[in-house]
Each structure stands twice: as C-alpha cells, then as structure tokens.
C-alpha cells in the first residue's frame, strides 16, 4: 500500500510551523516583484506583510476569517451614493485618522486636520460676511468668527470656507431625508482674511449605528458618539487645503469620539452669552446665545514628501 499523503507528526513541530508560514509570506511578497510601480509594490509588499503577521498573531480561525469576509460583503452591501459603510469602518477603526495624521506633516503653526466626515454637500449656499448658515436649523444661535492666515502670518482674502453642522436634535439636514438645506453654507474672507458668521451651537450626536459597523461598536461596548463639533474646510490659491472642525471645550465626550477626530489644538470655547446680551452684528437673539473664534492658518501647498 502506497504511504498515506498528509502531515506526519513532524510537520506540527513549531519551528516548521513557522518556517512554513514565512515562506508563504515572502512567496507571496515575491510574486510583486514583476510590478513595474515601485510604489504599488511597497504598498502590496507591506500590506501583505502585515496582513500575514496579524493572521499569525492572533492564530485566524478559518470561521474568524469567514465572519470578517462577510461582515466586509454587509459593509458593501449598505454602500450606496448616500452611503459609505466602509469609509465609516476606517473611521471607527481610526485608519481615516491615521491617514490624515500620517499626511498632515507637522507643518509649524499650521491648523491641524481632522475626518472629513459623509455629511458635506458641495454646492451649499454662499453667506455674505456675518451670514447666518442655520437656515432655520434649530439650535442655540452661535456666532464663529476667526481669520484665515499664512503660517508666515499673512491674512488670506478670498479663501473659501465650507461650513456645516448638525441641528441641536444631532441631524444633518441630508439626514431628513426631505430635499431641505440647513446648518451649512460657503463665505469668503473679507480683504484682511476675517470671517465670521451666525450658526448654531454644536452638540453631540451619534454616527450611523444601524449597520454593520453599528454591530462592531455594540458587540466592543463602544459608543457611536461623536464630541460636538463644527465642520470646516477651508482653500486658498497656493495653500494646502485644510479640512478640519472645532470641537466644544468642556463636551462630555471629546475623550470618547466615536471617530477619534479630537485633537486637542482644535478644541475651542464656545462661550456662553446670557439672555439679552449685545450681539457682534446688533441682531436680536432670543435666549442664550454662544460665541467661539477659530483662527485659521493654512500650510503651504502639499510636497511630495515620501521617502
Ligand atoms: C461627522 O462628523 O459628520 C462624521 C465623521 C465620521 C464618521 C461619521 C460622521
Ligand atoms: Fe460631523
């Protein structure tokens, strides 16, 4: 009778164990090596690497691997042009922070990044100087107001600045799903690069927790909150686009963002006003009102800086 194929007790030595598992890597890592993008390669190389190394960390289960496979099909499956379960995974997962960290290369004085978020439209309406970009939405009134700036210190005229938030009820106006705009707009600034504008106070309110990525953070005990915070992205001719937000001094969950967005230079007071109080612009408020500044400094325009 011919031997019987398979392992003998041998094979599950440890040390051929792992000698097997390298050189499945580095067969794998090999077959990049006709790739004429040296770039594509690094980038292959490495993901495989690692992707290899956590398989082994952990010791995979194949059913592990089934679960994750199919919990990445339901990701896809929930994407459409309204939206992206997969960027929001890189964001819960902190890989859309890493991303922007990695790339937002300390560039001295200049205003950190953060998460761009899928609540921005293009096109929102543009707000003359002291505008209001509420357009109804409700929400304690807030008054913003900053200067947009070089990292040499030069005022920026006519940097365009795209503004948006959640009502106080924590929804954008998209979220309504009834065609409205609110809670968003574009202004310029003004010829000494000062801005300002009424919006409303920012407050918490939760990612979109009723898919697959919704199930990682209930199965891990993780809130979906996010900390309050006002969205911006800012661009000037010849500077780096910066899309950032202002977070709210004091917010319960800065240390718990869902998205893991806060950074701390971004943190900003949003200063109470009582009832009655004299307004920047003369306009009545009814009630409290708050104001916050958030002076803006744009980096210079990206360099190729890669190894
Ligand atoms: C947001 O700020 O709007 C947001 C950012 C990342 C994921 C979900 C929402
Ligand atoms: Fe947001």
Not at 130 to 145: K, L
Request: charged share 25%; with cysteine; glycine share 10%.
């Amino acid at each position: 009778m011919p031997a019987r194929p398979g392992r003998t007790p041998d094979d599950h030595h440890p040390a051929l164990v792992r000698r097997a598992e390298e050189a499945l890597t580095q067969r794998v890592v090999d077959s990049f090596d006709g790739c004429a993008d040296d770039r594509l390669r690094t980038v292959l190389t490495s993901l495989v690497r690692h992707l290899h190394a956590f398989v082994r960390d952990v010791r995979l289960g194949e059913e592990e691997w089934g679960a994750a496979i199919d919990f990445l099909t339901r990701c896809g499956h929930i994407t459409d042009d309204e939206r992206q379960e997969l960027i929001l995974l890189s964001d819960v997962l902190g890989v859309s922070m890493q991303t922007i960290t990695v790339n937002d290369t300390a560039e001295p004085g200049a205003t950190e990044a953060t998460v761009f978020g899928p609540f921005f439209v293009d096109g929102a309406p543009e707000v003359p100087h002291g505008g209001d970009i509420s357009f109804g939405a409700s929400g304690e009134p807030c008054w913003v107001e900053g200067t947009v700036t070089d990292t040499a210190g030069r005022p920026v005229p006519g940097a365009r600045l795209e503004v948006w938030e959640a009502d106080e009820d924590g929804f954008y106006d998209v979220q309504y799903g009834d065609g409205r705009t609110a809670a968003r707009a574009h202004l310029f600034t003004d010829a000494e690069g000062r801005y300002a504008f009424w919006g409303v106070t920012p407050t918490p309110y939760p990612i979109p927790a009723d898919g697959p990525v919704g199930e990682l953070l209930a199965a891990t005990g993780r809130t979906p909150m996010r900390a309050s915070h006002l969205h911006f992205m800012v661009t000037a001719e010849g500077l780096r686009r910066l899309v950032t937000h202002i977070f709210v001094r004091g917010d319960d969950h800065l240390a718990s963002d869902s998205v893991f967005g806060v950074k701390e230079s971004l943190v900003t007071d949003f200063a109470t006003q009582p009832a009655g109080s004299p307004t920047p612009d003369g306009r009545e408020v009814d009630g409290t009102w708050t104001r916050a500044r958030f002076d803006i400094v744009l980096a210079p325009t990206h360099r190729e800086d890669r190894p």
